[in-house]
């Protein structure tokens, strides 16, 4: 199969099928020298029954940067943050070789604590996903979850996380009414709440504007500035302009041959949409498919 | 992409002959108005014979039942045979507590089976679980009456309201769990999963997050289950029998002034045989007294408004939280 694209001057320039062409490891050394790296994923696989919907990826998740994953439909984007805190494991006959280290800890390793891995790696969703409960209680689960139960405390951690969700100022009065009350932005803002009251180390993003309009993804995306400077922050996004907008790192994902989901590039993100190594790269970010 | 342009234009040459032979849109336009007007008049008409039925019950009880229901109906217990007056306080009495036994006991396990035939549903405990209440759903009452007279009333020598909730349980366990599984299943995966990703275990997913998301489908589903169960016959003629001297108020009482504890007075009258609406129903329309069958009328009346009510508030409950989210 081939496809075929018209250009501008009406001439039509053939691309070799692109699922055909093999992946070439790009070698990016010095990329993340002198950075903090907060996880490391070591030739990451995920099977799901024999099928290997993912193919030894490895990447480094700097420290308080934002670190975007891009790529076509299916290629494993959600797969494969879904892997960072142990959410794949909910997917039965689900198969994981490979190391994720969270702080040079494996995460997939002997006697880790699964709830702790997801207190440190905290996830925000692609619809916002209240609770049916307040505004309060929705915050507080979390906290109240590792047994802190004094009012007093649980108050101010109602209060800080949603200042630093950039949410308090428009439901600091009305935190008893119910979470499913409030609008889808201020709903995916209660959200990353709810995630930041259980103090995590990383937060993983996956489409968190997807389901939102324009002014609420402007709202969530400039919160993530504000966020990077506490925490670490990965985000899985169909929308480009949003990678480019907002992250540090980019990485770019495909599926090969097998159709399993791979690594083609990483890189700083102005350099992947700029100056890309890649051809599938390339091709993908200007927009030739996808 | 150009192999399936070629394709298109290969089997679009076959159309022409196709409209030629086989379309005459235009010629039966007014058959086919007719026809549709036909099937039109007819499903209506039998969509109206469908609901004749309930409305000429309903008509027909309120006309009959509705001269012989006053306040005594509702607060004195029955009189001797022959004697005018008197009410049905005994089986109103007698159809809250077994209500009341049936929904404690059916509802816990209900709830808890239906969690676990909506997380597993593939898994080989959870197949015969959807099975099983599929098949409890229909098995006759009578039959359910009988289980519960050997297990629980000829065993203890006595008919009991306590054998009756149970009976009413087992019949109600059935909607209970469909529908709160139905339910269950309705809660977005995702609120689930928001959950888990804070490191939450699933029990208490379930009891925090789905559970909430659920409960108005649970109630309603109970609802109904408390209706059907309020209103069955059969079962109760094996395990509560009937008793028309029950008088839960004077039991209380007597109790109370005897020094007895609450254990014990709540004991006492669950091991008392207790009469039901269903069965003073049935029993009083068999009986020669016109006071009597009137009374029966009045019963059905009151059983009648039960189950309405109940259909109505349940519908309604739905509808106002459903409408606010």
New interface residues.
């Given amino acids: 199969m081939e496809i075929s694209i018209e250009t501008r001057e009406n001439t039509s320039v053939k691309y070799p099928s692109l699922v055909s062409l093999p992946v070439l490891p790009i070698s990016n050394k010095g990329l993340l020298d002198g950075f903090e790296i907060k996880m490391e994923i070591l030739n990451l696989s995920v099977f799901y029954n024999k099928f290997r919907a993912l193919n030894e990826i490895s990447v480094k998740i700097p420290t308080n940067r934002i670190t975007a994953i891009i790529g076509p439909s299916g290629c494993g984007k959600s797969t494969l943050l879904r892997s960072l805190n142990r959410m794949n494991d909910l997917t039965p006959k689900i198969h994981i070789e490979g190391e994720i280290k969270l702080d040079a800890k494996n995460i997939y390793g002997k006697g880790v604590d699964i709830v702790d891995v997801r207190r440190r790696v905290g996830m925000v969703f692609q619809r916002p996903n209240p609770f049916p409960m307040s505004i309060f209680e929705n915050v507080a689960y979390g906290p109240r979850l590792y047994g802190i139960s004094n009012r007093m405390l649980l108050d101010e951690i109602v209060e800080t996380s949603l200042v630093k969700a950039a949410l308090w100022d428009e439901v600091k009065d009305k935190l008893n009414q119910s979470g499913m009350t409030i609008s889808g932005g201020q709903q995916q803002r209660l959200c990353i709440a709810r995630a930041l009251a259980v103090e995590p180390e990383i937060i993983l993003m996956d489409e968190p504007a997807s389901a939102l309009d324009p002014v609420a993804t402007i709202k969530i995306e400039e919160l993530m500035q504000t966020l990077k400077t506490n925490y670490t922050i990965v985000i899985v996004t169909h929308n480009m302009q949003q990678a480019a907008r907002v992250s540090d790192f980019t990485a770019f994902m495909m599926i090969n041959q097998e159709r399993a989901g791979t690594l083609v590039e990483f890189g700083a993100t102005p350099q992947i949409f700029t100056n890309p190594k890649n051809r599938q790269t390339e091709d993908y970010v200007t927009g030739r498919f996808g | 992409?150009?192999?399936t342009l070629s394709n298109l234009s290969k089997s679009s040459a076959i159309i022409p002959s196709l409209e030629r032979h086989y379309i005459h849109a235009k010629n039966g336009y007014k058959r086919r108005k007719t026809i549709n007007l036909l099937m039109l008049s007819m499903t209506g008409l039998l969509s109206l014979m469908a609901i004749v039925p309930l409305f000429w019950i309903i008509g027909y009880v309120f006309y009959k039942g509705g001269q012989f229901i006053n306040l005594d109906f509702f607060i004195q217990t029955p009189r001797p045979m022959g004697i005018v007056g008197g009410g049905v306080l005994h089986s109103i009495e007698g159809t809250i507590i077994m209500t009341i036994i049936s929904a404690l006991i059916a509802i816990p396990p209900g709830i808890m089976a239906a969690f676990y035939a909506a997380y597993y549903p593939n898994t080989p405990l959870g197949v015969a679980l959807r099975f099983g209440t599929d098949v409890l759903s229909g098995v006759p009452s009578i039959v359910v009456g009988i289980f519960c007279y050997a297990l629980f009333v000829k065993p203890v020598g006595h008919y009991s309201a306590l054998a009756g909730g149970i009976a009413l349980a087992i019949l109600m366990l059935p909607t209970i769990i469909r529908t709160t599984e139905e339910m269950i299943k309705l809660v977005?995966q995702?609120?689930r999963?928001?959950?888990?990703?804070?490191?939450?275990?699933e029990w208490?997913t379930a009891l925090?997050?789905t559970l909430?998301?659920a409960i108005n489908g649970i109630i309603t589903g109970f609802l109904l289950g408390l209706a059907r169960a309020a209103g069955e016959t059969a079962p109760l003629l094996f395990t509560a029998l009937g008793n028309d001297r029950f008088e839960a108020g004077r039991m209380i009482q007597s109790g109370l002034h005897g020094g007895q504890s609450i254990f014990k007075i709540i004991g006492n009258i669950l091991s008392q045989p207790v009469d039901s609406l269903p069965l003073t129903l049935y029993k009083y329309a068999q009986q020669p007294f016109a006071e009597r069958v009137n009374q029966s009328w009045a019963v059905a009346l009151v059983l009648i408004c039960f189950v309405l009510f109940t259909n109505i508030i349940a519908r309604i409950w739905v509808q106002s939280r459903t409408g606010?989210?």
């Fill in positions: 992409m150009e192999n977005p995702n609120m999963e928001g959950s888990l990703a804070l490191g939450a275990p208490r925090k997050v909430p998301a606010k989210r």
